[in-house]
């Protein structure tokens, strides 16, 4: 802990659990990869996998090489899958014996070759799992071309195909229509494949919604990010979406530094955007956008203290928040402020704070900032 008293609280339990939740519901074949890149949605990558890793978790994926090499270095043994595409120049890290440790996207013949070279090198076959663009236009080959190109693939002999795999573009719209045409697509090359005898061990698709409706979409791997933190992954559209029993598990903190009464028309922060309609008490939270708290929060947002809600008042600058607590009796200096969380018998919900900002659940999480101190409630035992 800092001596600011600023700090994001992680609960790994939590994630276990929502990692054994999504476990329940897939089919018994079917394995869970744990997404956790982005420093595992700003909770801290290190400490969830090993979370994970507690719960047996078969496999992770993360966005990048540098991510996949904090986690080895960090003693994590699971497979790891990097989600995102490296670059065909693994000079800087050619040679390493972390590279075969790792499985790698592979969706063009530049890095197969680059990965061939370093197999080689190295005297041990790399695993990989080509992306296939089935609807996204984003990484991947396209599905019409795909079945030639993987059959290309098996010049690479140093290289083991072991997964293929895509990803849903429209997920989070009430009409599943070109989601269904997506899993179409897949299904129609994964029986090709099957027909040139070229099946893959992991063929994967779906992220957190798609475990939740639709079971069509979960292959024999799924890939869930944000469900595993305890975030319900739908916009509001589908609000009427049966809930299903999720455990958030970010809390994010902070202490009043100080306080003090202000007189009826005083204007509060930068720009005077508040302005106060009665003499209350104004106390002042170590916390601003430099931590990720957005500005655009300001005048919006309420925070939990002693139980009660409280408006943030004026503009949230870089280190600072204002919060209007006259309504709230025996405030004083030190006590315990919720920002994201729960308090007594109030919550506000990630999801909450993000509607407010106007952002997206992942944005918010993946923006609080390094200068806020996570600090990790204890996870399940391995007996668990
Ligand atoms: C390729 C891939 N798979 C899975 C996920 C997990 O998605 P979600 O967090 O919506 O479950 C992501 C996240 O963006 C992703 O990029």
Same mark, same amino acid.
């Given at each position: 802990?800092?001596?600011? %008293?600023?700090?994001?609280?992680?609960? !790994?339990?939590?994630?276990?659990?929502?990692?054994?939740?999504?476990?329940?519901?897939?089919?018994?074949?079917?394995?869970?990869?744990?997404?956790?890149?982005?420093?595992?949605?700003?909770?801290?990558?290190?400490?969830?996998?090993?979370?994970?890793?507690?719960?047996?978790?078969?496999?992770?994926?993360?966005?990048?090489? #540098?991510?996949?090499?904090?986690?080895?270095?960090?003693?994590?043994?699971?497979?790891?899958?990097?989600?995102?595409?490296?670059? %065909?120049?693994?000079?800087?890290?050619?040679?390493?014996?972390?590279?075969?440790?790792?499985?790698?996207?592979?969706?063009?013949?530049?890095?197969?070759?680059?990965?061939?070279?370093? &197999?080689?090198?190295?005297?041990?076959?790399?695993?990989?799992?080509?992306?296939?663009?089935?609807?996204?236009?984003?990484?991947?080959?396209?599905?019409?071309? &795909?079945?030639?190109?993987? +059959? #290309?693939?098996?010049?690479?002999?140093? !290289?083991?195909?072991?997964?293929?795999?895509?990803?849903? &573009?429209?997920?989070?719209?009430? #009409?599943?229509?070109?989601?269904?045409?997506?899993?179409?697509?897949?299904?129609?090359?994964?029986?090709?494949?099957?027909?040139?005898?070229?099946?893959?061990?992991?063929?994967?698709?779906?992220?957190?919604?798609?475990?939740?409706?639709?079971?069509?979409?979960?292959?024999?791997?799924?890939? %869930?990010?944000?469900?595993?933190?305890?975030?319900?992954?739908?916009?509001?559209?589908?609000?009427?979406?049966?809930?299903?029993?999720?455990?958030? &598990?970010?809390?994010?903190?902070?202490?009043?530094?100080?306080?003090?009464?202000?007189?009826?028309?005083?204007?509060?922060?930068?720009?005077?955007?508040?302005?106060?309609?009665?003499?209350?008490?104004?106390?002042?939270?170590?916390?601003?956008?430099? #931590?990720?708290?957005?500005?655009?929060?300001?005048?919006?947002? +309420?925070?939990?203290?002693?139980?009660?809600?409280?408006?943030?008042?004026?503009?949230?600058?870089?280190?600072?928040?204002?919060?209007?607590? *006259?309504?709230?009796?025996?405030?004083?200096?030190?006590?315990?402020?919720? !920002?994201?969380?729960?308090?007594?018998?109030?919550?506000?919900?990630?999801?909450?704070?993000?509607?407010?900002? *106007?952002?997206?659940?992942?944005?918010?999480?993946?923006?609080?900032?390094?200068?806020?101190?996570?600090?990790?409630?204890?996870? !399940?035992?391995?007996?668990?």
């Amino acid at each position: 802990m800092t001596l600011r %008293p600023t700090w994001a609280e992680v609960n !790994l339990e939590a994630i276990q659990r929502n990692f054994l939740w999504v476990k329940s519901v897939v089919a018994a074949d079917t394995s869970v990869m744990g997404v956790i890149k982005a420093d595992g949605y700003g909770h801290g990558a290190i400490e969830v996998a090993k979370a994970l890793e507690q719960v047996e978790v078969p496999y992770l994926g993360v966005s990048s090489l #540098d991510e996949a090499i904090e986690l080895r270095q960090a003693g994590i043994q699971t497979p790891i899958l990097i989600l995102g595409s490296v670059l %065909p120049d693994l000079h800087p890290i050619s040679g390493d014996p972390l590279l075969p440790t790792f499985t790698f996207t592979v969706c063009t013949l530049d890095v197969a070759k680059i990965l061939q070279q370093e &197999a080689r090198k190295q005297q041990c076959p790399i695993r990989i799992h080509i992306k296939v663009d089935t609807g996204m236009g984003r990484l991947g080959v396209w599905y019409e071309q &795909a079945a030639k190109w993987i +059959k #290309d693939m098996a010049q690479f002999d140093s !290289l083991q195909l072991e997964g293929i795999y895509t990803h849903f &573009a429209n997920m989070d719209e009430r #009409d599943i229509h070109s989601t269904l045409e997506q899993i179409g697509r897949f299904s129609w090359l994964l029986e090709t494949l099957e027909v040139q005898e070229m099946p893959t061990r992991y063929r994967h698709a779906a992220n957190s919604l798609a475990v939740i409706r639709l079971p069509a979409s979960h292959f024999n791997m799924v890939r %869930p990010g944000i469900m595993l933190y305890g975030v319900w992954p739908a916009s509001e559209d589908l609000s009427d979406l049966e809930q299903v029993p999720l455990s958030p &598990a970010f809390s994010l903190k902070s202490r009043i530094v100080f306080l003090k009464h202000t007189p009826e028309g005083r204007h509060l922060g930068y720009g005077g955007t508040y302005t106060t309609q009665r003499s209350t008490r104004i106390a002042t939270l170590p916390i601003g956008y430099g #931590d990720g708290y957005p500005v655009a929060l300001s005048n919006k947002a +309420k925070v939990l203290l002693r139980g009660v809600q409280a408006p943030v008042v004026g503009k949230v600058s870089m280190d600072q928040t204002l919060i209007d607590v *006259g309504h709230i009796s025996g405030v004083q200096v030190g006590d315990e402020v919720v !920002l994201i969380g729960s308090q007594g018998e109030q919550q506000i919900s990630i999801e909450d704070v993000s509607r407010w900002a *106007g952002r997206i659940p992942y944005e918010f999480l993946c923006g609080i900032t390094q200068r806020v101190p996570r600090v990790y409630c204890p996870s !399940l035992t391995p007996a668990y």
